[in-house]
């Protein structure tokens, strides 16, 4: 596509229930990125797909988050168990793979989730 | 101590002043700097790409990079209520494939 589509582009949600969250990259694009943005501070790194690479999980606060790309393409971040703290905005980016492209970083709208 | 600080503001200036925004980093491997502007409920967008100290100028921005200091600014002339955003710095080291590190960000008002 176009851009970086993300949806849902707003999510309420109680207390323990799980959500999923959805990215649509640029098309051509095999680096994935996502990211949470809470209420006044910066960008937070969560995980990053990289072609056919294992992903690098390194940011993911806790087991209850994880996630998955199907195909080098759609990525699905899911949160299980929701909690109060998990409520910020999630951006997901995507990026070409090598060369200097590799370094500009396209962001979708993000997906603003409130945990009741 | 974060990897990248940067003043959260908020900044509010008048029509037509130069505004200047900056970062501070610690890791010498960063390379590659980055500003992008964030609009209310939008994602970031990308607005300026450096990767060498010095000065790089588009239109009415301005980014430089001062490796020696770990200093980079963004100033924008003539600014303009569209200007109205949040601004974040980004650096990166080469080969390190996986992420950009943000700063915090600046909220910034420019009042008409």
């Known amino acids: 596509g176009a851009g970086v589509s993300q949806s849902p582009s707003n999510k309420v949600t109680e207390k323990g229930k799980d959500v999923e969250l959805r990215c649509d990259p640029i098309?051509?694009?095999?680096?994935l990125y996502w990211y949470r943005q809470s209420l006044g501070q910066g960008l937070e790194f969560l995980i990053y797909f990289q072609g056919n690479s294992a992903p690098d999980k390194s940011g993911l606060p806790s087991d209850r988050f994880s996630a998955e790309r199907t195909g080098g393409s759609v990525s699905t971040l899911t949160i299980q168990r929701t909690q109060q703290e998990d409520s910020a905005v999630y951006l997901c980016?995507?990026?070409?793979?090598?060369?200097?492209?590799?370094?500009?970083?396209?962001f979708g709208a993000g997906s603003r989730l409130t945990v009741l | 101590q974060k990897e990248v600080e940067q003043d959260p503001g908020p900044l509010s200036v008048p029509e037509g002043a130069i505004v200047s925004l900056n970062c501070t980093y610690s890791?010498?491997?960063?390379?590659?700097f980055m500003w992008y502007r964030q609009y209310s409920r939008k994602g970031p967008e990308l607005l300026m790409y450096t990767y060498s100290s010095g000065n790089k100028e588009d239109g009415r921005f301005t980014a430089q990079v001062d490796k020696s200091s770990k200093y980079i600014s963004l100033f924008i002339r003539d600014s303009q209520p569209s200007d109205s955003a949040t601004y974040l710095c980004?650096?990166?080291?080469?080969?390190?494939?996986?992420?950009?590190?943000f700063g915090s960000g600046t909220q910034l008002t420019v009042l008409p």
């Open positions: 098309s051509g694009h095999t680096a």
């Open positions: 980004a650096d990166k080291a080469p080969g390190s494939a996986r992420q950009l590190t």
């Open positions: 980016a995507s990026s070409l793979q090598g060369g200097p492209g590799a370094n500009v970083l396209t």
């Open positions: 890791n010498s491997a960063f390379q590659y």
